[in-house]
């Protein structure tokens, strides 16, 4: 079974209103106050200034939107995720910014390195952005992200 992510997270008003001049964007609930918006093939032609990417390990972050999500941060904290697994065999990112700069990362995990104390990319990312992770739960799941497997399930959960 496989696990496949590439999406922003961040507050979910700071999103509805972030994205309003993209309709491409679809945002989807998370817990704790967050939505999630799925990197999508759509999106990211939208939002993509054609040039090559500034995060090269993160292969769905379109290049020049690094600087949109700096900007979107000024309202709060901002991250964007990859995660790809299968079969046990995988890797995640994650960078995050607040306040108009970057403020984790980038940082990349494979699966054959050992996860670091600070917890995975993602978790890391997560805790950024205030998800408090429960006694039997890291951030990842608090927040909801293991609910759906694939990019495209998310876009079905669609707030309104």
């Known amino acids: 079974m496989g696990y496949d992510l590439q999406a922003v997270i961040g507050g979910s008003e700071q ?3 972030a994205t309003r001049h993209f309709p491409e964007a679809r945002l989807a609930p998370l817990a704790q106050g967050l939505s999630l918006m799925p990197m999508t093939d759509q999106l990211f032609d ?5 040039e ?4 090269p390990d993160l292969w769905k ?8 999500l ?3 941060s000024q309202q709060g904290p901002v991250a964007y995720v990859e995660a790809e697994y299968f079969g046990g065999v995988g890797q995640q990112a994650a960078v995050a910014w607040a306040g108009g700069s970057i403020v984790l990362g ?5 699966e054959k390195q050992p996860c670091p104390p600070a917890g995975s990319p993602i978790s890391q990312a997560l805790r950024r952005l205030g998800v408090v992770a429960t006694p039997d739960e890291d951030e990842f799941s608090s927040a ?13 959960l669609r707030e309104s």
């Not at 972050?61 to 949109?68: D, E, H, N, Q, T």
């Not at 980038?106 to 494979?110: E, G």
């Open 106 to 110: 980038p940082l990349t995990w494979a």
């Open 70 to 72: 700096a900007a979107w």
């Open 15 to 17: 999103l509805r209103s």
């Open 52 to 55: 090559k990417s500034e995060f």
């Open 61 to 68: 972050l379109p290049g020049g939107f690094g600087a949109v």
């Open 144 to 156: 909801g992200l293991h609910r759906h497997r694939e990019t495209e399930r998310w876009i079905s």
């Open 46 to 50: 939208a939002v993509t200034n054609g």
